[in-house]
């Protein structure tokens, strides 16, 4: 064998073993990884860019896009509000546990989204925060916020109390029932009925202010490069959440 020939082997066998490394062992194995971070963690087959679409707003209401306060972190999304009265603040709080036990805590940056702007922009840090003083609160207009939910997958939407649906179902029986005999005497009311029904108007008004929204529970991981990489579904265990966030932040 000449040594033009020698050569020739010697690269061949150098590319045969840098590309197996790159294959097996220099590049993450993907299954493996789901499997050791499922249950607590599911990655999604392909992550998807959702960069477009992350114009949000702070308490100040100015415009910003996620980029910016993520600083090239990984980002953990969590959509709710914060008058919420029993989910969110058991979700943030598994959350503010699953974040002190990580190892890569300094490499991720937890998120809290509105989902309610009219009612949570101005206190939307200060809730946060209340969890970790690192968690930072968003969220977005009611346009812009459907379109990110949308394109996230996730789910909210405004429901009607108990006491609003009851309310509403007695006035609206009352109103068909009416007597035609009375109905003159109705249109005579004097000006101190006019503002019993008026200050009643506003307190229904005041009332409807206290609604309710389901929303999803789901927490979303971003990576740094804004891409949806995996989703963290009941239970909420704080403990395999830790441990899985930790595996994704490693390999990927």
């Known amino acids: 064998m000449n040594k033009t020939s020698q050569l020739f082997s010697l690269v061949f066998v150098v590319v045969v073993i840098v590309l197996g490394y790159w294959y097996f062992g220099g590049s993450p194995n993907i299954d493996k990884l789901k499997q050791s971070v499922a249950p607590a963690a599911s990655l999604y087959p392909e992550a998807k860019s959702v960069s477009e679409i992350l114009e949000l707003i702070n308490d100040q ?10 600083k090239g972190k990984w980002g ?129 008004s005041m009332s409807n202010e206290q609604y309710n929204i389901d929303h999803t529970t789901s927490f979303l991981l971003l990576s740094p490069d804004l891409k949806l990489t995996a989703i963290l579904t009941s239970p909420h265990e704080p403990k395999a959440m830790a441990q899985a966030l930790d595996k994704i932040i490693d390999a990927l």
């Open 61 to 70: 209401s100015k415009e910003v896009h996620l980029s910016g306060p993520l």
């Open 76 to 204: 953990l999304l969590y959509f709710g509000f914060t008058s919420c009265p029993d989910v969110c603040p058991v979700d943030l709080a598994k959350i503010s546990q699953s974040y002190k036990a990580m190892k890569n805590k300094d490499e991720l940056q937890v998120v809290f989204i509105s989902v309610d702007p009219k009612r949570d922009i101005g206190k939307l840090d200060s809730y946060a925060q209340a969890f970790d003083k690192s968690f930072i609160g968003l969220t977005a207009h009611d346009d812009k916020l459907t379109t990110i939910s949308k394109t996230l997958g996730v789910y909210h939407q405004v429901v009607e109390t108990q006491q609003d649906a009851q309310q509403d179902h007695s006035e609206h029986s009352a109103d068909s029932h009416e007597d035609p005999d009375t109905a003159n005497d109705n249109d005579n009311m004097d000006s101190h009925d006019s503002h019993n029904k008026s200050s009643n108007a506003e307190m229904k």
